[in-house]
């Protein structure tokens, strides 16, 4: 089948070739004005004063098998600047997920709250903060806390995870896992406020320019001077927080966005930040950012998403050592279980 793929695609290529150009074109004529009017040509300068960034991020694999779901999940909090970087904290978990519904959802769930824990607890280490992806996605989904007892209230607060893990209910589970996360999100934005930043590779959102393509795509395509946009206030939306005291502070919260290209030809990062910021922030971010960049992309952030990463080789190891002992422990275990 695949031969009469290139067939076609050596038939037909210079069509193909012409409707990329005509999209292309068609997106430059649309958009060339609102680009020239949000993006700003700015060179980063380097600071005077050198900022140390801590960084967090996570990982997680889960496996399916007939006795259940394996899961395992990391976090990693660590320090650097310009000249290096070091470990200051991390977590993990490894456990068993009873067969159900939702399982990956949970594990990346408990990752995420691993994460913001350590964030809480390293934070201070720092000059900024720096967490990986967007602060409305780890916001995640409205909990109905008239479900959750007051028990089960006071293990959210004392972030006592493993006591949530331990939860038989799949459902209450999850529902305690992403209260947990605001939670966590909103100490650790009281504690830290315009210190953190949430950084962004990749993003679906449009809201920028109001084309069929994401913002990040658009200005990947018709930019390429280091540079950003200018930032633009957004509020929570509040439908997904739960009425209650201890989440107060971000129901009310407004944050900021840009895009940003810490040098010339490389790949554009999407930034949020609480509060209202203006262009002179943008740049001071940018000047601190860009003294620790490798192509681009802030290099403790790229390091401990790479210690974070659960290798294919890894996952491999988890199941052959889980495996062993289980033929160890219990002889008489069915080959169907695993």
């Not at 691993?114 to 720096?130: F, I, Q, T, V």
């Not at 989904?141 to 293990?155: A, D, G, H, V």
């Not at 947990?180 to 504690?191: G, H, K, P, S």
């Not at 290099?299 to 050592?321: A, G, T």
Request: charged content about 30%; hydrophobic content about 40%; glycine content about 6%.
């Amino acid at each position: 089948m695949i031969g009469k793929i290139y067939d076609m695609l050596i038939q037909n290529r210079q069509q193909l070739k012409d409707q990329i150009y005509d999209i292309a074109r068609y997106l430059e004529k649309e958009i060339g004005e609102k680009i020239s009017n949000v993006w700003i040509e700015y060179e980063p300068n380097s600071s005077s004063n050198e900022k140390k960034f801590v960084a967090v991020d996570g990982g997680s694999f889960t496996k399916a098998m007939r006795i259940g779901i394996i899961y395992t999940v990391d976090a990693e909090a660590l320090r650097g600047d310009k000249e290096k970087v070091e470990i200051i904290n991390e977590d993990g978990r490894i456990g068993i997920f009873k067969p159900g519904n939702d399982a990956k959802e949970r594990a990346n769930l408990l990752m995420e709250a691993l994460e913001l824990k350590l964030a809480l607890e390293s934070g201070k280490l720092g000059d900024y903060l720096l967490l990986d992806g967007s602060l409305t996605n780890k916001i995640g989904k409205k909990i109905n806390t008239e479900k959750i007892s007051k028990e089960e209230l006071n293990i959210v607060e004392t972030i006592d995870i493993d006591k949530i893990i331990s939860v038989k209910n799949e459902e209450k589970m999850r529902e305690l896992l992403q209260l947990l996360n605001q939670f966590l999100i909103t100490r650790v934005l009281e504690e830290y406020d315009g210190n953190v930043l949430w950084i962004s590779k990749t993003s679906r959102s449009r809201e920028l320019f109001n084309t069929d393509y994401p913002d990040i795509t658009v200005l990947e395509l018709f930019t390429n001077s280091s540079g950003f946009t200018k930032p633009y206030i957004k509020t929570i939306n509040q439908e997904k927080i739960p009425d209650v005291y201890e989440l107060e502070f971000l129901r009310k919260m407004e944050y900021s966005v840009f895009y940003a290209r810490l040098g010339k030809g490389n790949k554009i990062i999407k930034i949020e930040i609480a509060g209202r910021i203006d262009e002179s922030i943008a740049k001071e971010i940018i000047d601190d950012l860009s003294e620790v960049a490798i192509k681009g992309y802030p290099f403790p952030l790229l390091k401990v998403h790479m210690d974070v990463r659960i290798s294919q080789n890894d996952r491999k190891r988890i199941i052959k050592l889980l495996g062993s002992k289980i033929h160890k422990d219990i002889e008489w275990w069915p080959s169907q279980f695993y």
